[in-house]
């Protein structure tokens, strides 16, 4: 079993629709869980991070962890075209550091004008 | 400013053949890393270096070496070429602990072993 598992889609939905995508992760050592975002043929960039339970929200993304769950979600309301991209959810001991990410596979989402 | 720079972007390699992917930045980031992304696997931790002369090993090290001889420096070298080893490979680098958090990737190396 993978630590952190991903439905990789890909999933289209319309222009202005709120998207819901979605991890679980298996090791309970792993306290910072992180969204990136990866345009095609570039390298992922930090879209949010989240630690322990709860919410986060900026802009129109909302970050949540559900730890009883091992449930990780990311939310993007009044989706647009530019958030096509691949999403890619992570966990980390760490905040600083990337050397200890461990990723899902990556949903592929686009949004149709 | 140039953040995580990778060359080559593209490289066809005959089995056996071996070669180095270069990363730089110029960030000043203490901690560097290699992943490889591969289809439905996602990015995997290759080596990583949490200063200049420290490296270890991630979750898949097979058939790759590197060193860390200065703090800007990362190279990921392949030893001796196998299909298996084609994919896109990203350098990360970031801060250590302290000075808030800063994970950068670069645009990655399509590697192609045939």
């Known amino acids: 079993q993978k630590e952190v598992e991903q439905d990789p889609g890909p999933l289209s939905v319309p222009e202005g629709a709120i998207v819901s995508l979605n991890c679980t992760y298996s090791n309970s050592a792993f306290q910072y869980f992180m969204w990136y975002r990866q345009y095609s043929r570039k390298g992922p960039e930090l879209l949010m991070y989240?630690?322990?339970?709860g919410n986060k929200e900026d802009g129109r993304f909302t970050a949540q962890v559900d730890k009883s769950s091992k449930y990780i979600s990311l939310f993007i309301r009044d989706s647009q075209p530019s958030d096509s991209a691949t999403y890619l959810c992570a966990k980390s001991p760490f905040l600083q550091g990337a050397q200890k990410l461990v990723f899902g596979q990556g949903t592929r989402l686009t949004i149709n004008p | 400013n140039a953040g995580v720079t990778q060359t080559p972007k593209f490289q066809v390699l005959k089995t056996g053949q071996s070669m180095t992917l270069q990363c730089a930045q110029d960030?000043?980031?203490?901690?560097m890393s290699w992943y490889r992304q591969d289809p439905g696997m996602g990015l995997r931790l290759i080596h990583y270096?949490?200063?200049?002369?420290?490296?270890d090993q991630g979750e898949v090290p097979n058939g790759y070496n590197v060193s860390r001889s200065t703090t800007e420096d990362f190279p990921l070298r392949l030893l001796s070429a196998a299909p298996s080893q084609t994919s896109v490979y990203f350098c990360?680098?970031?801060?250590?602990?302290?000075?808030?958090?800063?994970?950068?990737f670069g645009s990655g190396t399509r590697l192609t072993v045939v």
């Open positions: 960030m000043n980031h203490e901690y």
């Open positions: 990360a680098s970031s801060y250590s602990g302290g000075r808030g958090y800063g994970y950068t």
């Open positions: 270096s949490v200063g200049a002369g420290i490296t």
């Open positions: 989240t630690y322990s339970s």
